[in-house]
């Protein structure tokens, strides 16, 4: 597991660039999500994504 969830996929080469996906993740914000935007340089696209927390176990 890569410890992120994510929540939605946005096209990098859209006329708006990363807006709707860091519109998007701020609207997660709100609603008390911990959503940020990253590039997923393979795909070409704005991941909007959630970090999932490690479990103490597994950060021993």
Known sequence: MNGRMVLERFPAGG???SWPAEE???ARRLEGMPAEVVMDLSTDTFLVI???PVPAEAAA
């Open 15 to 17: 006329p708006r660039g």
């Open 24 to 26: 998007f993740a701020h």
């Open 50 to 52: 959630v970090r999932e």
